[in-house]
Structure formats: C-alpha cells, structure tokens
C-alpha cells in the first residue's frame, strides 16, 4: 500500500438487524430468530415492537464461538476510499480534498498494477481510477478484478479528461461511473457519504 490515512473515533455499524445477521450468515431470518430465542444470540426487542437488534459486539462473539465464515469488512468503522492515478499531484489533491472527512480510510495507488493489488487486498467500498494508469487503463484493472469477483462489494468510478461519450457508455456498461475532469469535489464527497460499510446488507 502507497499510501493510508486511517482516521480514528468513528462510530461505525453498531446494531444490526435480524435480516441484516441473516445476509452475513447466509441463513433465513427466521432462523436467526431461533437463535435469539434458544440464547444463542444475544440481543433485545425494540419497544412496543416484534423487531430486534444484535449489537455489535455480540454479533462477532457468536461469529467467532460458532466458527461462522464472515467478511472483516462488515465491522469496519471507516468508509475505504481507494484512488488510483499516475499524476501524483491528483493523488495529493484527494487527500487534501478527503480530509475533512474523518469516515474516511484513504489508500492511493500510482499505476494499474498497485490499484489491482490494493483493492485484492483492501477490498475498498469506493474505488477510483482515472483510466489511463500508466502501464493500463482503468477498464483493464476492472475487467482483471472482476474475474476473481473481487469487485462485489465496491463501487467504481473512473476519472477521465478525454474520453468520448461512446467509450464513456462502454465502461459504464461495466457497472462503472464516470466523472469528468477536473472534478467537482463537492460531488466526490457527496458520493463517497452515501456508501456505508454495510451498503449491501
């Protein structure tokens, strides 16, 4: 990894839901229910109401005792925000733009190969690119992570100056979104707020 800016005291997924509980464990509300009722999962019912919560901190104690497969990342407090770009005057420009944003887990990348490994191993809510990386472009990166599933749970945008509206059609079409240079930050932020660590759950 380049570059991280880990920001600290943020309160991130505290509660969840039966439902919620249920998509991490591949399993059936209801049986996420029986657990609650045998003890197993401990948690409590909303006021004047059927619904109930697990807390954090319960829900990984029974991952853990029970040996449940999970993802880490569904306990993240930050939102991981990946930039990848060759111009490292971008690269600063995001962190001075993202730094007011104290959600935010920042990782950059200065070529296609680093931005592949990086989201391998990051696994990043938010993954941006500009599309000519140096030694590949953006559509390349995706196409390669996209094979291994490793874009499951990120959201792509590429960045471009140049690009025409076909080829911008063409990797959109790929599930991506484009932002054209220069970029509006007021926009990037507003983007990178609405995506949460359990975005989909």
Known sequence: MENTRKNNGVTGKDVFTTGQVAKICKVTIRT????YEAGKLEGYKIPASKDRRIPRANLLKFLQTHDYPYDPAIFDDGIRVLVADDDPNILRLFEDQLASMPEVELSTASNGYSAGFETAK???QILILDYNLGDINAGQVIETLTKDDVLANTRIYVMTGFLNDTEIAQLEAQ???VWRKPLDFD???LAIKQVAPLMRL
């Open 187 to 189: 926009h990037v932020r």
């Open 175 to 177: 599930g991506t979104t």
């Open 32 to 35: 996420v229910i029986k657990w």
């Open 122 to 124: 990051l696994r990043p």
